[in-house]
């Protein structure tokens, strides 16, 4: 099979182009290395079945091309990161709506299968956890530009359905909540490699507010390995999954985990959320997906526990590993 990864120079798309490789499908990459990284495929550069063009989603021409070759797409290209939402929200908008317009549009020529990825910050301000795939949307007011990212990332859902409902284009959805592993630099916000490196470097851990918020966080082997899965499933078209952990933990207990599992001295401090983000910030006190769907489709459980992805992710920044998944429990 071939596959065209938009975004695949990124953290999780890096990923999947390995998975994809492993498997002995040949892979193409689109990306602007905006976010994304040449570091995170370098080592894939020469591989027979790797391909990579450094462009923009918004090229009509080359993506009608990539399109043309491929025989599935995976659409990871976005702007992602709080801090880069709350900071540019035009590109935000334009990146995360635009682009997949564009995608989807070349591939409905070709009627080629595509998933497109969506968020976890689709869930907004809902406190009703875990959440569902088909509950209630609670965006925040439009003055609080984090929730451009949501709202761009829910118009893409709504697009990639509509392609399916109106032109039979096959397209799966999928959101993905807390990510987590090697290769993902905190530069525009990422909770754990922020902690990790300030651990490590014994600087004061911010934890942001009380640390009474919530997240689950996903080692990008799992989330990779339902990717595959669900592009190869027929029953995904037409569907949105939840893909992550249900494993709830506080901001404030992740950075005491981090500076025990790291041996740290570093202080931990509380920061105000006024001073650590640009207005038009606030936060999502929960974050839990209900994953059952998923698992029903195909089987789905994370294999990684919290602390194994921490260690993980421990590792990587010390550069003592070159592994980049860690051991399975059972
Ligand atoms: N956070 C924090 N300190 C940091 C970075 C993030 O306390 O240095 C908090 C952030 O406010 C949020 C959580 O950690 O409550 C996760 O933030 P992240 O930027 O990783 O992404 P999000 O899950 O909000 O999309």
Redo the contacts with the bound molecule.
């Keep these: 099979m071939r596959v065209l990864i938009t975004g695949g120079a990124g953290f999780i798309g890096s990923h999947l182009c390995e998975a994809y490789l492993e498997r002995g499908d040949e892979v193409l990459v689109l990306d602007d290395l905006s976010t994304g990284s040449i570091e995170n495929i370098r080592h894939l550069r020469g591989h027979p079945h790797f391909h990579y063009t450094v462009d923009s989603v918004h090229n009509h021409p080359i993506v009608a091309e990539l399109v043309d070759q491929c025989d599935v797409i995976v659409h990871l290209a976005a702007a992602v990161?709080?801090?880069l939402i709350v900071e540019s929200p035009v590109r935000t908008i334009e990146t995360n709506v635009h682009g997949t317009e564009v995608v989807l549009a070349h591939a409905n020529k070709k009627k080629k299968k595509v998933l497109i990825a969506s968020?976890?910050?689709v869930y907004g301000l809902s406190t009703q956890v875990p959440f569902r795939e088909d509950g209630n949307l609670v965006m925040g007011a439009t003055n609080k530009g984090r929730w451009s990212y949501a709202c761009s990332k829910a118009i893409d859902e709504f697009l990639a359905l509509a392609y399916w409902r109106e032109k039979q284009l096959p397209t799966v959805v999928v959101r993905l909540f807390?990510t987590v592993g090697p290769r993902q630099v905190?530069q525009?916000?990422?909770?754990?490699p922020?902690?990790v490196k300030?651990a490590l470097a014994g600087r004061p851990?911010?934890?942001?507010?009380d640390?009474s918020?919530t997240?689950c966080f996903a080692h990008v082997a799992d989330v990779v390995a339902a990717l595959v899965k669900l592009v190869d499933h027929p029953s995904a078209i037409g569907q949105v999954y939840n893909i992550g952990s249900s494993e709830e933990i506080s901001?404030g207990a992740?950075?005491s985990l981090i500076k025990k599992l790291s041996g740290s001295t570093s202080e931990i401090v509380h920061?105000p959320?006024g001073e650590?983000?640009e207005a038009g910030?606030e936060?999502?006190p929960r974050?839990v997906p209900d994953v059952s769907k998923l698992s029903a489709l195909i089987g789905f459980r994370p294999e990684r526990t919290l602390e194994a992805i921490l260690e993980a992710v421990i590792a990587f920044h010390r550069g003592l590993s070159t592994s980049t998944i860690p051991p399975q429990v059972s």
């Design positions: 990161g709080v801090k968020t976890s910050e807390n905190g525009y916000g990422m909770v754990i922020t902690f300030q851990i911010t934890v942001y507010g640390g918020q997240r901001i992740l950075a920061i959320y650590a983000y910030f936060d999502m974050r």
